[in-house]
């Protein structure tokens, strides 16, 4: 008992024991704690006393408070921890991700909020219990740089490939528009070459033109010199004719007295040399007309077959039968033949056509003309053709011979139209130069001139079976003549621009006329007014006929349409169309095939039924 060893209080074991091992359980318990800390997603806190609960929070109970309260102790264990705030005001972690915070920002990102509430709630109960979530799985594990950086490459692939789509739309379609624009500036290039090519060409025209104009201005002045002389000229010899007419008539008289006062022998003396006179005209005419004699106008008109026959209207919707391209160029004038179905045909390109209708057979061609030709028409034997020529030209051909049989060159200008009389004797052509020939085809001259339009004679016709024949001209006037005085016996007014066609009706008591206006008239001839009045359009009207019953016009119009109107409704029965130019020219058949023949600008004649 007395060799006892001294005895020991637990109070003192402790005290010796304690100062070398609680620091290390104090180093243990506070290394624990530091790498949790580590862990922690600061980006969920907002301030320093929140880090500091936190990390209060996840500390053992054996650290003592002394521990817990210095600030500078946490401070160096927490100094691994590094903070980074962006520009939005969220406070991100510099450092590589760690595991928790991988599956945090992964919930976050897909919006799995209750899973996300689910793991914070058991993962911090786990650390505060455990210190660890399992063996070899520390807080500071982080999970490697590749898994977070195949999300962000992934977001900047589906970014990209956005952007990629857009530019392969955008690229699309600014090839179409490049597409677009090359073809417009081709043609555009096209446009612009053809424009030069009719420029320089026009340019060419209007030179010669102007040329043209200046040697023609110099003809005008000389004829006009010329005119105002033969004006004159005219009034001296129109007084010299009453000088001369007043010392007839008073030799008549000196004569009258002689005779009284006379014996026989003188009687017989003055009788032979009346006589002798007469025989040296009757030789003088001779040798003017070496041809023939002129031939007789007759005394009386025979009656017209038409006032018998009652004929039935024509139809107001014709059908297209055939359509001939017989012409160079465009095809002007017309002439049908109803007895051996031949129509005659006239073109710009200076030569005349005989076709066969409705088969549309070329049958004859003649040329001869240096002009473009203005009309045509049949002799009534059928036998002859007569053309008028822009050179002023007229010419008789001889059908069966096949060659030219007479010329008329006195029209100084443009002859527009030729129109045989019923007896065939005698053909009327009308001129630019403001004048009407009547020509005998037994004398190679015209027989008579008639003067009294102010303007270019577009149009003549004679009335049917009469001596009398009426006039359309540019000075808006409409006259009727007569060839057996050389007079004009009426003029009818009232269109306001220049009359391009004139027609009487197969009676002969009724005129229709067209002007540039395209307005039609019809005026009663008997009672010398106007009945009837269309308006066609703004398209010229260029050429009007009547059908066979006198009760239908048929208008062609320089729109390239042909316009029915009823004279009995005074409305427009139809409209034909299909020429692609203007109209020059319609005639109507008036035996009982009725067909409507047009003749255009381009190079066309059309057959209609």
């Not at 008992?1 to 318990?29: C, H, I, L, N």
């Not at 040329?211 to 201005?217: F, L």
């Not at 002023?392 to 443009?414: C, L, M, R, T, Y």
């Not at 010229?540 to 729109?559: H, K, R």
């Amino acid at each position: 008992m007395s060799e006892k060893a001294p005895s020991q209080t637990p109070e003192e074991e402790p005290q010796d024991e304690q100062p070398e091992e609680a620091p290390k359980e104090g180093e243990d318990e506070a290394e624990n704690p530091q790498s949790q800390i580590e862990d922690i997603e600061i980006s969920d806190f907002t301030g320093d006393e929140e880090i500091i609960s936190a990390m209060t929070d996840l500390m053992p109970p054996s650290l003592e408070e002394e521990e817990i309260n210095d600030y500078d102790l946490l401070k160096d264990k927490t100094k691994k921890i590094k903070l980074k705030s962006e520009t939005d005001g969220s406070a991100k972690s510099s450092r590589t991700e760690s595991a928790d915070e991988f599956l945090r920002n992964f919930f976050i990102k897909f919006g799995m909020n209750k899973t996300l509430e689910s793991f914070q709630n058991e993962f911090y109960e786990k650390v505060r219990v455990e210190g660890s979530i399992d063996e070899g799985l520390e807080m500071n594990d982080e999970i490697p740089d590749v898994y977070p950086r195949n999300l962000q490459l992934s977001d900047e692939i589906a970014l990209l490939q956005e952007q990629l789509d857009e530019a392969r739309i955008t690229s699309e379609k600014a090839r179409s528009t490049y597409d677009k624009l090359n073809k417009q500036r081709d043609y555009q290039k096209i446009n612009h070459r053809r424009v030069q090519q009719e420029k320089s060409k026009l340019s060419k025209n209007i030179n010669q033109l102007k040329k043209v104009y200046e040697v023609n201005q110099n003809k005008f002045k000389e004829l006009t010199q010329k005119y105002e002389n033969i004006m004159k000229e005219k009034m001296i010899m129109k007084l010299e004719k009453e000088r001369l007419n007043a010392k007839v008539e008073n030799l008549e008289k000196s004569f009258a007295q002689i005779m009284e006062e006379g014996s026989d022998d003188e009687l017989k003396e003055k009788t032979q040399l009346k006589s002798k006179l007469d025989d040296t005209m009757v030789k003088k005419n001779k040798k003017r007309f070496q041809s023939g004699d002129p031939s007789e106008i007759p005394d009386v008109d025979p009656e017209n077959p038409a006032l018998g026959e009652i004929n039935e209207i024509m139809s107001s919707s014709p059908t297209l039968l055939k359509t001939f391209k017989g012409h160079l160029m465009g095809v002007t004038g017309l002439s049908y033949n109803p007895n051996k179905h031949i129509l005659a045909t006239a073109s710009d390109d200076s030569t005349w056509k005989l076709w066969s209708i409705p088969n549309g057979e070329l049958i004859m061609s003649g040329e001869g003309h240096q002009d473009w030709l203005g009309d045509c028409c049949f002799h009534p034997s059928n036998q002859f053709i007569a053309t008028c020529c822009g050179d002023g030209e007229v010419k008789i051909w001889d059908i069966i011979n096949a060659k030219s049989a007479i010329s008329f060159a006195e029209h100084p200008q443009a002859a527009w139209q030729v129109d045989y009389h019923h007896t065939g004797d005698f053909l009327l052509s009308c001129s630019m130069d403001q004048t009407i020939k009547l020509w005998d085809m037994n004398v190679p001259k015209s027989r008579f001139t008639f003067r009294g339009h102010i303007d270019s004679v577009n149009s003549v016709q004679f009335q049917p079976y009469s001596c009398m024949f009426v006039s359309g001209s540019a000075d808006k006037m409409i006259s009727i003549w007569d060839i057996r005085s050389n007079i004009c016996i009426q003029t009818f007014f009232g269109h306001f621009n220049a009359v391009n066609s004139i027609n009487f009706s197969p009676k002969g008591d009724t005129i229709a006329s067209a002007d540039s206006d395209g307005i039609v008239k019809v005026w009663d001839v008997r009672m010398v007014k106007e009945i009837h009045e269309f308006d066609c359009g703004m398209a010229s009207a260029n050429s009007v006929t009547f059908d066979a019953s006198g009760e239908m016009l048929v208008i062609g119009s320089e729109d390239g349409t042909i316009k029915l109107q009823n004279l009995t409704s005074g409305e427009r029965e139809g409209e034909l169309k299909g020429h692609e130019d203007a109209v020059n020219k319609v005639i109507v058949d008036t035996s009982k095939d009725g067909y409507v023949i047009s003749a255009s600008s381009d190079c066309t004649f059309r057959v209609w039924q």
